[in-house]
């Protein structure tokens, strides 16, 4: 079981989620706008121990985007977003942000649990396991306490960035294409949206980048996919 918030200002999408979530077994806490959460998910809070959110973006007081960024500077908590915003450059600049996954509304419940259910394994105690850590060069990921160094400098990551990241250690100089890292790092089929998987390495790369600036250890395989460079 695991303890969820649902943050959305719908009564009846609100009811809706609390009500099938508890049905899947988890303790479900609810809040109907942006300043409850950011109030709950505060240190001492009502949901400031939760496993995961689920988060609309159009929210009274305080916008999802701007409760993501601070859910995201705060630490690798696993953020769902939901809502009924489709385009493309939306759903971008929310995984961007850090957002783990993006469900637009109308939604199918059976997919959206799915889907929670998906990213609470990969953000759990055994989401990347191994007996010992994985060392390329200076990169080194122990799966023990999902704790990344570059050149000594830790980096912090999300839980599909180390998932991401542990695919790619895993089999260095391997080219992974983008349909095999979705279904190896979101464990469903891949159905042909890659925007996922490019603003993800994207993010990975950026932090990085920033650990350790002489170094830039994924390579973009143009036309193939990515892999670790020599280092």
């Known amino acids: 079981m695991a303890r969820l ?26 809040a109907a706008d942006g300043l409850a959460a950011r109030r709950d998910l505060a240190p001492g809070g009502a949901a400031a121990d939760v496993d ?12 999802g985007s701007v409760l993501l960024a601070e859910i995201r500077r705060g630490g690798d908590l696993p ?13 971008v600049d929310m995984l961007r942000l ?9 939604f199918d419940l059976a997919e959206l649990t799915a889907r929670i259910e998906a990213l609470l394994r ?31 400098v830790e980096v912090a990551l999300t839980a599909t960035e180390l998932r991401l990241l ?21 464990e469903e089929p891949f159905v042909g949206d890659d925007a996922a998987v490019k603003t993800h390495v994207s993010n990975l790369r950026t932090k990085l980048r920033e650990a350790a600036p002489d170094l830039d250890p994924i390579e973009t395989v143009w036309g193939l996919g990515y892999r670790l460079r020599a280092l």
């Open 98 to 106: 850090g957002a783990d996954d993006y469900v637009t509304k109308p």
């Open 122 to 152: 990969r953000s759990g105690p055994s989401a990347a396991s191994a007996p010992e850590p994985l060392a390329h060069g200076p990169l080194t990921l122990d799966p023990g306490t999902a704790r990344v160094h570059l050149d000594g």
């Open 79 to 91: 953020v769902l977003v939901l809502s009924a915003k489709d385009a493309v450059y939306t759903k």
């Open 52 to 63: 995961l959110v689920v988060l609309d973006l159009m929210l009274p007081h305080v916008d």
């Open 5 to 30: 918030l649902v943050v959305e200002d719908s009564s009846d999408v609100r009811a809706l989620l609390a009500e099938t979530l508890r049905g899947e077994g988890h303790a479900v806490l609810t």
């Open 166 to 186: 542990h695919l790619l250690l895993a089999s260095p100089g391997q080219v992974f294409s983008r349909p095999r890292i979705y279904e190896a790092v979101w």
